[in-house]
Every structure is written in C-alpha cells, then in structure tokens.
C-alpha cells in the first residue's frame, strides 16, 4: 500500500518546504490518507494506545529524573521527596508507575489480538518479529527501571535477575560482575540502570517507527484476515475514520489508567518496595511486578538452575519462530473452529501462570506451573504445526468490501459466507 | 596502467587493507567502553576482611559483611559436626566432603548467598526456619542447605561458597 504520494501542498510555502523536504507528505501519507482495512475492530486500537502510552512515560520520566537522585543514599529518599515535597511529584510518580503496567496491559492485549487474527502470518513477519523485540526492550526498560525506587523489591529483583546470567558455565560469572559493576547489586548498578532506563525508552521510539514503517508496506490485517482487494472498496481513509476510533478509545483506556492512578495508585506494586534496600536482609517472598509473573513461573518450575533460566528466555524466544510454526494458511480464529478454542485454552494458561509465579515456590504451586509451561510450549511446538494440517477451516468471505455489507444486511443474497463468521469478529469488538 | 602490471599488489588490496585496518581499530576502540562496566578500582579493594571469632559461642552465629555480601559465621555444634560428616558423599548433588569445607570443624565459614538466584538463606538467627537438613533455608525458590552449607534440594546447583580464609589467630580469621 505505499506508493506515490498523493499530498498536494496548496499554500506556496506547503510547496517550497515540500520540495526541499517532504515531511508534510511523509505525515498526509502514514496518518492520515493511509488506506485502512474498513472492518477493524477496536482490537486494533491498542497500537494507538501503546504510542500514547509510549510519550506519556517518555514525559513523566523526564520530568521525574529532574526530581530523582541516583545514588544508594539518596535514591529511596529521593523518591520519598518528590511524593511529599515536590509539586504534583505524587502525580507524576502514580503515573509513570502505573503507566508502565498499563502499556504492559496494553502490549499483552496488542500480542493476543496479533495471535487470535493470525496477524503474524505472510506477509507480515517481520512487523512481527519487530514486535518481539520492542517487547524485550520494554522488559528492559521496566526492570531498569524498577531498581530505581532502592526498595527491597527493586534491590532483591534485580539481584535475582542479574543473577539469570551466571546460569551460563565459565562465563556466567564474569558477565554477572560485568553487568553489576560489583560482586553485588550496588552504586555502579543504580548508576547504570538510570543511564540505560533513560536511553532504552529511545530505541523503543526508533523500534516503534521501524514497526509502523513494516505495517505500512503490506497494510493493516483485519478480523476476516482477508487482503485488501480494491483500495476503493475495502478501505478507507485512516483520517478520520481511524484517528477518531484510536481516540475514543485513548479516552477509555485512560479512564481506567487514571482510576490506578488516583484511587489504587499501589494496587499493582508491592509494599516491600517501601522498605529501603537492604543487602543483607532477603524479603521473605520476592515477586516480581505482575507483568513478569508468567516468565517468572516458567524460571521456577524447572529445578535445574540453568534449565530455567533458558527455558524463560525460550519461552519469548519462540515467539519469533511464530509465523513458520503456524502451517494454517487462514488467518484469523474466526474461520478456524479447533485454533479459536486452542486459542482461548492458551490465554487460560497464560493467565495460570502468571497467577502461579506469584504464589510460593511449593508444592502443588510447582506442579502446577510445571503442568502450565508443559503446555505453553506444546501450543507453539506442537499444536499450532498440527492444528493447520488438520483442521477444515470455514468459508473465507470473498472480501472485506463483501464480509462488511453482509454483516450490515445490505446483501440479502449473501456472499455464501456464513453469517455467524462474519459477525464474531465484530462482537470481539 | 603499466606499473601495476609488473605487481600483483593492486589498489584494490591497499582498500581492503585499509578498511580492515580501520574496523579493527574501531572495534578496539570499543573496548574500554565496554571494561568501564567492571568492577571499579575502588571496589576491588575491599576485597579482604579481619573479623575476631570470640564473642560466638557454640551453637550461635554471626554474620559479618565481605564485598558487599554477607558472610555467614557459624560456630557448630558436636551433632551438627556429626551430622556434616554422616552424609555420604554420592548423596550430595555437589559433592564435598565437610572436612574440605571447614578448616576448623567447629567453625563453618560461608558466603551467604544462595548459589541459585542471589538470596540470603534463613538459618542464622535462632527463630528463623531451618529447611529439611538442619543448616539454611532459601525462601525464594525453596533450596535447602545442611550443616556444612551443602546443597541437598531445590533449585540451586552448587553448596553456597566458601571464601579464602585465613586463621591468623586462634580465633581471628581474615577473608578474601
């Protein structure tokens, strides 16, 4: 769907600088006259979201280090002063807090959507496995910068994640004091993890434009996972069809981000993180912020050190094989009865195991996380190959242009697709 | 035209050369950017500590700090001695005898960190839960440990760590 531009500036200014420069059509050509698939739910506004949720803590994390001091004595107590001494400073930290797992919230809702339409498959690949890798920056950036506050949470997590690497024979060791700056987590490493928290967010920007620019050269999917026929008669403008349903729905995820915020601002964090880091004194149960709490079960269900570490760091890992796992040449869930309810039992697991990961290493806990990662593997590995060669997925509509009048009753002669196929998407919505 | 003809040497080699010299050098360049992340001159300096063994008495113990992590100190009893020393080695996932372990067999001196992610075991104040063989508890991820500190289940791979120790006196030893 790229092409020649079809900007035309009128003013004789629009036309110098467009000569010389031609931003303007750069912007009239992604945001605003791109042509959009013209059925997408609002499954497809958590990309807007996410850029939203992007600047907002790109903002509040500026304004933030201006207050923040990174240094084992002043860290924690400097936190404490900008929530009671600095203007607005309990606003902005509530909300740079729980912006972060907003935008978790919000990418885990991105990653389902992508797994439910098929939004990996051909042609779109790489805008996949781009998303992968904004995804591991994001973990970056969140564990970086959850050592910030210097509470026990924020020293023993990091304690424990940077120990992940000495797993490895021979080299583990090294590249733990390497990342550390010391034989423990301490002055160096709240100095570097401030430094690289305030540079990652950057490089998720640039990812972010890599992804956006892999979107726009096959175009957007869509709930029937049908291609783009005919411009004319499947899509429409992104502007304002598309600009104004993302910012409706900005509006709604943000009610829910500010209800975090001004009524539940420590619902999601942990209150040990109140206490100020103590080398020599482990909290009684570590767990991490909810947002790694699948992983986290995953890392505790092998009882072999180096096991676990690379089966967490596998279980993103296969994430990246993804498009080549899947052998179903339909896309969405909508037309492929088995995958929709494999679909659903996997989301089920994932919400398991991140209820287990944050329960206590024991007993039936572990079998249980054992018995949910078994699983969550075997969707990748084994299910998904299987499912595309045996099951008989339901008739495609003929196009999007086709599915859309169907649904809406305008052609009572029906395209032979069935009726309830054509509406499920639209009910995800 | 003619001079190059006599070579095999063409201007071609000197740029390839040239350019394989520059990466090369770039890529040196990069490493103090990368070394600068090691731990610091100043760091590595606190690398030994003397500590005096009097105040503990049989069956107490202390913990003391030895680059930034804690040291546990445990003067042992006749029975844990015993029960150290009863285990059979092909019992152990990490196999060491408890004499390779304390110099002294009274005196059992150890990094305390859990060999598995990082955590301080439980085990060295009187309360505090002991795990299935009597010596220290990770509450983390659930690894006991016996009382030679060996690693007898859960999680992690390796007996937590005994430090270089030197007794410089009867009762006063130097770490690192």
Request: aromatic share 14%; proline share 7%.
């Amino acid at each position: 769907m790229s092409g020649q531009s079809t900007y035309q500036p009128t003013s004789a200014v629009g036309k110098w600088f467009e000569s010389r420069l031609p931003v303007m059509g750069l912007v009239h050509d992604t945001m605003l006259n791109f042509p959009t698939p013209k059925n997408l739910n609002y499954w497809w506004t958590f990309g807007g979201i996410l850029a939203t949720f992007l600047v907002l803590q790109i903002i509040t994390g500026i304004v933030l280090a201006m207050q923040y001091t990174p240094h084992v004595d002043f860290a924690f107590e400097s936190v404490e002063k900008i929530m009671r001494d600095v203007n607005y400073g309990w606003l902005l930290r509530y909300a740079h807090a729980n912006g972060a797992s907003m935008f978790f919230l919000a990418v885990y809702i991105h990653i389902f959507r992508g797994l439910y339409y098929g939004s990996y498959k051909q042609p779109r690949e790489l805008l996949w496995i781009i998303g992968v890798i904004i995804y591991l920056v994001m973990m970056a950036t969140a564990f970086m910068g959850y050592l910030l506050p210097w509470g026990q949470m924020s020293f023993w997590g990091a304690t424990v994640i940077t120990n992940f690497f000495s797993a490895f024979p021979i080299v583990g060791d090294p590249i733990v004091e390497w990342l550390r700056g010391g034989f423990v987590v301490g002055n160096p490493t709240l100095n570097r993890f401030f430094s690289l928290h305030y540079l990652t967010p950057f490089i998720l920007v640039g990812l972010v434009g890599l992804h956006v620019w892999a979107l726009h050269v096959p175009g957007n999917a869509n709930p029937t996972g049908v291609e783009v026929k005919s411009v004319k008669d499947d899509t429409v403008p992104f502007h304002p069809y598309y600009t104004l349903k993302d910012s409706f729905a900005i509006v709604v995820f943000m009610i829910l981000f500010l209800w975090f915020v001004f009524f539940a601002p420590n619902f999601l964090g942990e209150v040990d993180n109140y206490i100020k880091a103590n080398p020599l004194v482990t909290p009684a149960h570590i767990v991490p912020e909810w947002y790694f709490l699948p992983f986290y079960a995953i890392l505790r269900a092998v009882p072999d050190k180096l096991g676990g570490v690379l089966l967490m760091f596998a279980s993103i890992g296969v994430l990246f094989i993804l498009p080549w796992l899947d052998t179903s040449k339909v896309k969405s869930a909508t037309f492929r009865p088995l995958y929709k309810q494999f679909f659903f039992i996997f989301v089920a697991v994932s919400i398991g195991l991140g209820y287990l990961g944050g329960k206590p290493a024991e007993g039936g806990y572990i079998l249980a996380a054992r018995i949910l990662t078994a699983y969550y593997f075997a969707h990748f590995l084994i299910i998904m190959p299987i499912l595309g060669l045996i099951e008989k997925p339901k008739k495609l509509p003929e196009s999007i242009a086709k599915a859309v009048l169907d649904k809406n009753g305008d052609d009572p002669g029906g395209g032979g697709a069935p009726a309830e196929a054509v509406t499920a998407p639209e009910t995800k919505g | 035209m003619a001079h190059t003809d006599q070579s095999d040497t063409t201007r071609r080699d000197f740029l390839y050369i040239a350019t394989g010299s520059f990466a090369a050098a770039t890529a040196f360049s990069i490493w103090p950017l990368i070394d600068q992340m090691n731990p610091d001159a100043s760091v590595l300096a606190l690398s030994s500590t003397e500590v005096d063994l009097t105040p503990v008495e049989v069956g107490q113990s202390m913990t003391v700090k030895w680059r930034g992590s804690p040291i546990f100190i445990r003067r042992r009893t006749a029975e844990e001695i015993k029960e150290a020393l009863a285990v059979p080695l092909e019992d152990l996932p990490d196999p060491e005898a408890d004499s390779e372990r304390a110099e002294k067999p009274e005196w059992l001196i150890m990094v305390g960190v859990c060999t598995h992610l990082g955590c301080i075991p439980k085990g060295q104040k009187l309360g505090d839960e002991r795990g299935d063989y009597n010596g220290w508890f990770c509450p983390c991820h659930g690894s006991h440990y016996d009382t030679a500190g060996r690693i007898r289940k859960g999680p992690a791979p390796l007996n937590l760590v005994v430090p270089p120790i030197e007794y410089l006196e009867e009762t006063k030893i130097r770490i690192g």
